[in-house]
């Protein structure tokens, strides 16, 4: 039976030489790909266009315009001391943030009285609105002199401290999203193709004729795609250390399983989805349909999944990526163990198994 299975594979890798296309697609389009949506999606907001209006004129607002202007977030595109421009600028798009100091600041912060400095923000988009709010509150709460009276009693001051992550770059956050989603994609439609093409030029009737066994069959014709697809997923790895800083802090040999298992039902569902094709086109948009908007939407690669309908929730289940993502990032952000994510390994094993038991018995009604 090995025998057999690795006369497939040797075939299966003579075939793939002659079509080198297929071996670069599945090996070299997951690092393309990432390095194009790696730098390309991104949460964080920079050259927020600022618009200032300083009705105080003192060293104190000063301060407070420099942090803003050095911060890195914002670009100074206008300077003023009349607050009534502020809705023209906003309302042109010459300004996103305006912010406004009020004539007494300096003078209220040195009687130890509070200062309402406002930011106004454009917030057509609730997004980036939401996250220059967030670095104006850091902003502002780095320059606030502190408090020369110590707190009264019984009175509590929130002391933020994030873990992980803790310059909160949403590259950490959706790089491991992005491998996930483009192994998931390039490995279905990669399988799918292969299979496929051997029925479009008739070999797959030949292979009828011999001896082999449904699972001689598959083993041999997914083991090179599995070495190319493992090879692929550990340049991708890699490639997100190297360039988006994202860290490796738990066990290596833990993330190669967990990456095998995710890569089996990824090959897995490209056979079983060949099995029901005739054509190469009818494959791609199969294996397209069925990958490439449950990985984006319903894995919690963008959105979480416990801000949707619990029906969705329950969707979410058959999504392999979801399992993935979780033990992903457990492992690279984390360093946590099996203990944490251990139930997700298991769907992974079940997805894999299920997947590949429906295209062996596909393949042996073919047979």
Known sequence: MMRRTLAVAVKEVLQLRRDWRTALALVGMPVVLLLIYGFA???????VRLAVVDADGSRAARE????FVHSG????VHRGEDSRIVDSLLDSGRAQAALVIPAGHAA???ASRPSAVQLVLDGSDAQTAATVLAYARQIVAAVSPP???PPSAGSAAARPLVWYNPDLASSRFLVPGLVAFILMVTTVIATALAVVREKERGSWESLRATP???LELLAGKTLPYLVLAAAAAAGALLLAHVLFQVPLRGSPLWLALVTLLFLLGGLGWGVFLSTLADTQQVAFQAALFTTMLPTLLLSGFIFPISSMPPLIQAITHLVPARYFLIALRGIVLKGTGPEVWGADMIGLAVFAVAVLALATVRTVRSL
């Open 41 to 47: 999606l991104s949460f964080d907001v920079r050259h």
């Open 73 to 76: 977030y914002f670009d100074l």
């Open 64 to 67: 407070v315009e420099r942090a």
């Open 108 to 110: 209220a912060l040195a």
């Open 147 to 149: 408090p020369r009276r």
């Open 212 to 214: 082999l066994g449904a």
